[in-house]
């Protein structure tokens, strides 16, 4: 095998490892972001708005 084919070989057992990791991190944005709102409805709301 040739030395390209072996990158390109290497890049494509990467994919799924990679497609997963971007899935994960999307995943754990969109679950931060819902505690954190999930966090402000909960405080109670102190602050009055003038």
Not at 14 to 19: D, G, K
Not at 34 to 41: L, P
């Amino acid at each position: 095998m040739t030395k390209w084919g072996e990158d390109y070989k290497k890049i494509i057992d990467a994919l799924p490892t990679l497609i997963q990791k971007k899935i994960d991190e999307k995943e754990a944005t969109l679950q931060y972001w819902q505690n954190a709102k999930k966090a402000y409805e909960q405080t109670p709301k102190v602050h009055k708005v003038y």
